[in-house]
């Protein structure tokens, strides 16, 4: 199927499948996805990088597995290795950690330990799969399964005993994992309670370099899906072509999302009954944590010309001359708070593991990362006390709009 005809990986279920070096992981993301994901061997290490695999898993629907590097990892690459297993885990919906048995007591697990509490101290769905269960007598079995038992006290914890190699168990592993399934998963709706059947909501489309012609971007074409199936009219225009479009309609529109970028013009124009929002503030609610951004946004009016400000921008793309993050953001930012504003862009997952260096984080919309791990980002900026906001949000504070559009809820 064509790209447009698949789900984005930042709305798949990601599963992250977690071990010591050799312990069975490689085996088991082959033999629970049925394909050769990964390359198995009985050399140490041999999964260096993290693998992403999407996937339609039944009865879980769209997924992403990912197959992550020995967390023991004593090599050479070691501790790069374990800082993309941390990126991992900072992705992961639900956590599997695969036990390799041995005649060793639970004492000495520590990996696995360490493993499983962490993902029960962070409330992530997490499943300890036994890998070669059936080698134990009944008493070494009994004593796993009740230290296991003491360390994931969480609702969501499961353990399964399984064999890697052979597949054996893995129908229990899929079981487990529908019970594991966050409920609120892919529950939230983009345009939450903004939007309901027959609402006619009309979209100030994006037209600029980010957006050249025959392409829409990701939060768009998401967007325009999610009212299709709502049942409401959708209607596309462009910022140049507002005014005519709004004169071409019967009714006033009960919503108009616009593109950040043109929220001062949208605003001014628009017709007193319609609600107001934004593509980035609607991404804000459904990606981050949208009063948290609110309150990061009005932390602006205390910056001065002397501070530091962290724009994270999630896709990977060349820096272009329209770019919102590179380019006119920053101008916006320093024609408020003057031209000497250190303003620092990262891209993808170069997000600092401290970022308390910085007075202010300006996170895009996150289209491009499934929700936990844009929450991970929150979650670090909070744990330092650094305000953080989105691009949307503080561009309506910016314009001085934000205590006017429409907030989802």
Known sequence: MGELNTTPNASRLHIGIFGRTNSGKSSFVNSFTGQQVSI?????????????????????GPCVIIDTAGLEDNSELGDKRLEKTRLAMDKTD????????????FDDYAVEKSLLTYFTAKKIPVLCVI?????????????????????????????VAADCSSGTGIDQVRTALAKLMPEDFDAELITARLAAEDDLVLLVMPQDIQAPKKRLILPQVQTIRE????????????ADKLLRTLACLKEAPKLIITDSQV????????????????????????????????????HIDRLTENSRVLIAECCTHAPLAEDIGRVKLPALLRRRLGAGLSVKVVSGTDFPANPAEYDLIIQCGGCMFNRRYI?????????????????????????????????PK
């Not at 198995?40 to 879980?60: F, Q, R």
């Not at 639900?94 to 007591?105: E, G, H, K, N, T």
């Not at 059936?134 to 353990?159: C, F, N, P, V």
């Not at 979650?379 to 907030?407: C, E, F, S, W």
């Open 40 to 60: 198995v061997a009985d050399v140490a290490g041999t999964t260096t990088d993290p693998v992403y695999k999407a996937m339609e898993i039944h009865p879980l």
């Open 94 to 105: 639900i956590a599997i950690v695969v036990l390799p048995v041995s005649d060793s007591s």
């Open 131 to 159: 890998n070669s269960f059936q080698q134990l007598d009944r008493q070494s079995s009994a004593d796993i399964y009740t230290s296991l038992q003491k360390i994931m006290q969480g609702e969501k914890s499961e353990i």
């Open 227 to 238: 009212l299709l199936d709502r049942k409401c009219t959708a209607v596309c225009t462009t």
């Open 263 to 298: 929220f001062g013009y949208v605003y001014e124009h628009k017709p007193e009954s319609s609600m107001l929002t934004s593509f980035s503030v609607l991404f804000a609610a459904y990606k981050g944590d949208l009063p948290y951004y609110v309150q990061g946004a009005k």
């Open 375 to 407: 929450l991970s980002r929150i979650q670090r900026a909070k744990a330092q006390d650094v305000p953080m906001t989105n691009y949307g949000v503080a561009i309506a504070h910016l314009t001085g709009i934000l205590d006017k559009i429409a907030m």
